[in-house]
């Protein structure tokens, strides 16, 4: 069995995933703000070295696999606080705990979004994430909207991934990253009731050509298997799980 490391384990996509892999016999270290094995602020610099100590300590002999699903929604305040989390902290905990996963040949899989390809490659604020400036990340996204850092933060990550591929994978480490449509969560329901986003989200959910919303367990589904042995050669990819939102919204990209 093996030794997994989550955060944003206490609701939505990471408590389905961590219910999963603790039925199927792994150990599961969750960090969260408020419930979970280790608790921290993602957004802090100390929250972020608070969680890779903690997740250190649980884990000596090297962990199975990393997902840094955390994650805040487009209607978030201030903006910068998405950009913090959902970006920053990802890329840094990844980082600081490579060592732990070389030394069992893990696996990282990030949670990106179907909504990450309506942002350009180009954006400023994607530009500056990648850049690894916080400071004048989180200082232009205040400028802009909530979409934008959503989204902006989801494609930056998966740039992110896609650059670090090939040195991660020489180091005994896969990259993946999931990228889900509109999912039943906590979360969403934060966006679904937003007087300038949930009618929006509303009619987008409606226009899913396999149906409605998907539930937080059928995302941990393919998080597992991606995770597990059985996807042992899968490095790099981005396995969108957004009921062919994606491809009708795309039709000849891939």
């Known amino acids: 069995m093996g030794v997994y490391a989550l955060t944003g384990g206490a609701t939505g996509i990471g ?4 219910r999963q892999l603790l039925e199927a016999g792994h150990e599961v270290i969750s960090v969260d703000i408020r419930e979970g094995d280790i608790i921290a602020d993602l957004s802090t610099a100390n929250g972020r070295q608070l969680a890779v100590e903690g997740i250190r300590a649980r884990a000596p002999q090297g ?9 805040l ?15 920053f902290a990802a890329v840094e905990t990844v980082a600081a705990l490579r060592d732990l996963l070389a030394s069992k040949r893990g696996t990282v ?16 604020f994607v530009q500056a994430c990648l850049a690894g400036d916080e400071a004048a990340a989180c200082a232009g996204i205040e400028e802009r909207d909530g979409h934008s850092a959503y989204a902006g933060s989801k494609r930056a990550l998966v740039q ?7 040195e991660y994978a020489r180091a005994g480490v896969r990259l993946n990253a999931v990228a889900p449509g509109i999912t039943q969560t906590p979360l969403t329901e934060r966006v679904m009731a937003d007087a300038q986003f949930g009618d929006a989200m509303k009619q987008f959910a409606e226009m899913v050509p396999w149906g409605g919303t ?19 050669f899968v490095c790099g990819s981005v396995f969108f799980v957004d009921g ?5 919204l795309r039709t000849d990209d891939f």
Not at 63 to 71: E, K, S, V
Not at 73 to 87: G, R, W
């Open 214 to 232: 998907a539930q937080p367990e059928q995302i941990a589904n393919v998080m597992r298997f991606m995770l597990g042995e059985e996807a042992g």
């Open 15 to 18: 408590a389905a995933l961590k």
């Open 244 to 248: 062919g939102s994606d491809a009708m």
């Open 73 to 87: 929604p487009p209607v978030a305040k201030p903006f910068s606080l998405i950009a913090k989390v959902n970006y």
């Open 160 to 166: 992110w991934m896609r650059r670090n591929v090939v």
């Open 63 to 71: 962990l199975d696999g990393y997902i840094p699903c955390a994650g």
């Open 109 to 124: 899989l990030f949670v990106a979004s179907n909504s990450a390809p309506m942002i350009g490659k180009d954006d400023p």
